[in-house]
T-cell receptor, first 114, second 110 residues
Framework: DVKVTQSSRYLVKRTGEKVFLECVQDMDHENMFWYRQDPGLGLRLIYF???????EKGDIPEGYSVSREKKERFSLILESASTNQTSMYLC?????????????FGPGTRLTVT | SQQGEEDPQALSIQEGENATMNCSYK?????LQWYRQNSGRGLVHLILIRSNEREKHSGRLRVTLDTSKKSSSLLITASRAADTASYFCAGIQGAQKLVFGQGTRLTINP
């Protein structure tokens, strides 16, 4: 059974802290994605990666960075957490192949920054 | 940028009734997908319809696509309590990037 796991379901951090959100997939997928989900705004893409050590900005990259040192792991980093980064963070992965566009999602991390 | 806009934003029906959700999108797409999200959880892929298809079925799901109107609809027949969830449409941009709408929150009342 395919699986995307995220390091925490719930996380509470203080303003100014550096925050790491980890995502691991066991499907040997080339592509990995980080989204944030906010009420009324749907899912917005923060960063994505097509390959190891490769990253591309999504629609809202400001205040975030990412790291992909291994194929199965994609980390989202909040360099200095702020209250407006309180949100649900969702990681996803997909395979690069003709016609393969389905994304597999992790359970999400609900981050609260106080 | 939001690709899809779902309509309605919220829908409440009785168990056994059919539920129809609509999605409009702004730019050309290669395919359109529908996802379900149970409360506080990740998204689950339901169905994909390609730009050269007009209708697709999967169990109790029926999806239509009208590329001339840039719209899609998701029909769930004979709804069940377990169908209570939020439903999102998403269009592909480029090779693998999905752009999601804001979602329709569906409530099935027993």
């Amino acid at each position: 059974d395919v699986k995307v796991t995220q390091s925490s379901r719930y996380l509470v951090k203080r303003t100014g802290e550096k925050v790491f959100l980890e995502c691991v997939q066991d499907m040997d997928h080339e592509n990995m994605f980080w989204y944030r989900q906010d009420p009324g705004l749907g899912l917005r893409l923060i960063y994505f990666s097509y390959d190891v050590k490769m990253k591309e900005k999504g629609d809202i990259p400001e205040g975030y960075s990412v790291s992909r040192e291994k194929k199965e792991r994609f980390s989202l980093i909040l360099e200095s957490a702020s209250t407006n980064q309180t949100s649900m963070y969702l990681c996803a992965s997909s395979s690069t192949g003709a016609g393969y566009y389905e994304q597999y999602f992790g359970p999400g991390t609900r981050l609260t920054v106080t | 940028s939001q690709q899809g806009e779902e309509d309605p934003q919220a829908l409440s029906i009785q168990e056994g009734e059919n539920a129809t959700m609509n999605c409009s999108y702004k730019t050309s797409i290669n395919n359109l997908q529908w996802y379900r999200q149970n409360s506080g959880r990740g998204l689950v892929h339901l169905i994909l319809i390609r730009s050269n298809e007009r209708e697709k079925h999967s169990g109790r799901l029926r999806v239509t696509l009208d590329t001339s109107k840039k719209s899609s609809s998701l029909l769930i027949t004979a709804s069940r309590a377990a169908d209570t969830a939020s439903y999102f449409c998403a269009g592909i941009q480029g090779a693998q990037k999905l752009v999601f709408g804001q979602g329709t929150r569906l409530t099935i009342n027993p």
